[in-house]
């Protein structure tokens, strides 16, 4: 009887684990397709509220790491100054992985259709849930 009651019990676990990591993914994929409709909005502004707003926020691009929220939207208005530039954003994701309690990272590819021509890339987001919500902690884009 012991033994019945442990299996129901590891059961239910495991299932609660289980819908608590469809949950927080769910909700890093909509921090990311609401990301994709501010850019493609040319809205840079909005595309960075998916970014923790911190100066420890590490941005690690072409130029090397950018240190801060401020400072990465900064680069981002210079790099990307008009809807000629942002053209278009999808996102492919291609892992979404548990690091640890409320710690995810994503592996992906982006791709930007664009008058001044297209780009495309891959990229490795760490995402934390910090006050209730899914915030990119650190970004490693190429």
């Known amino acids: ?34 990301q994709e409709n501010a850019w493609n909005q040319n809205d840079l502004d909005g595309f ?19 240190k801060g929220w401020q400072k990465t939207l900064d680069n981002y208005k210079t790099r990307y100054p008009s809807k000629e530039y942002t053209g ?16 995810y990272y994503v592996m992906g590819q982006f791709h930007l259709v664009r008058d001044v021509g297209n ?6 987001i760490i995402f934390r849930k910090i006050e209730g919500e899914w915030k990119i902690i650190a ?3 190429c």
Do not use: H, P
């Open 1 to 34: 009887m012991k033994e019945l009651l442990l299996f129901f019990c590891l059961i239910i676990t495991l299932n609660t684990v289980s819908q608590t990591e469809a949950a927080d993914r769910e909700a890093i994929l909509s921090v990311l397709k609401t």
């Open 48 to 66: 960075m509220q998916g970014y923790w707003k911190s100066d420890s926020l590490k941005f690690y691009g072409s130029k090397g790491v950018t």
């Open 88 to 103: 278009t954003l999808n996102f492919t994701i291609d892992a979404i992985t548990k690091i640890e309690e409320n710690s």
């Open 119 to 124: 780009a495309n890339g891959v990229f490795l």
């Open 139 to 141: 970004d490693l884009s």
